[in-house]
């Protein structure tokens, strides 16, 4: 293939747009705003699940306690009924006696259930305290989120506007090749990463390897306006005054 020196030095213009496109792609795969992102995500999930089980488990309470409320209420209300029948005084020795004896058991029965009430109200007020624990942590997680998803959208709009640039830059360079010298190009580079290369101090800008004195004899004894490649990569060489020949 021949092209003329002067276009195909243009090769390494179109080689540093396209791997400054590859470098940007892949700071967009690996940007560290988004490796937070997943991060707090991640913990925000840890924070949700975390608020949930402790409102199961204060929502078990409440229910004990409307439970011993009602047991409570249920025993001051027969204690209650059996001090009116005391008090009225129509009911027989044998009823009384059943009575204060009734009335023992429900004051013992009455003190064993508002200990488990205080018991459990306590344990709700620690869940309690648990949750809003938990509940400041997760606000807190989500402010952070929103801050770096900010900062992560404002980098990903910079890497955007980079990209259109550079593939700005390259749609009007491309139209300075002919189609056969941009072909081997892509095939190069779509195999390579790397379709072009400065020949510099006898080595190769794709592979980085030193030519031997073989080959390097040959591409000087190659016309100046003939494509040559590297012997190792296949990597299209441009020759200029830095390439030592």
Do not use: W
């Not at 991640?42 to 929502?59: M, P, S, Y």
């Amino acid at each position: 293939m021949n092209v003329e020196p002067q276009v195909q030095s243009k090769l390494l213009e179109l080689a540093g747009l396209d791997a400054e496109l590859a470098r940007t792609a892949h700071r967009r795969t690996s940007l560290p705003e988004q490796q937070e992102v997943d991060r707090l995500e991640t913990e925000r999930n840890t924070r949700k699940d975390a608020a949930v089980a402790v409102q199961i488990i204060l929502d078990d309470l409440d229910r004990d306690i409307r439970k011993l409320e009602g047991e409570v209420d249920a025993v001051r209300k027969r204690e209650q009924r059996d001090r009116d029948l005391l008090q009225g005084g129509t009911v027989g020795a044998k009823q009384l006696t059943e009575l204060e004896h009734e009335l023992s058991s429900l004051e013992r029965r009455q003190g064993l259930l508002e200990d488990d009430l205080l018991e459990v109200m306590e344990r709700r007020e620690a869940s309690q305290a648990d949750y809003d624990h938990a509940g400041a942590q997760l606000s807190k997680v989500e402010d952070e989120l929103i801050d770096v998803r900010r900062r992560r959208d404002d980098a990903l709009a910079d890497l955007d506007s980079s990209v259109a640039a550079r593939t700005a830059d390259r749609e009007a360079l491309v139209v300075n090749f002919p189609t056969d010298l941009l072909e081997a190009y892509e095939k190069q580079r779509a195999s390579r990463g790397i379709g072009a290369a400065l020949l510099q101090a006898r080595r190769c800008g794709a592979c980085r390897i030193e030519l031997d004195r073989g080959e390097i004899s040959r591409i000087q004894a190659t016309a100046p306006d003939v494509v040559v490649r590297c012997p190792e990569c296949n990597a299209i060489l441009v020759r200029t005054k830095e390439s030592g020949l």
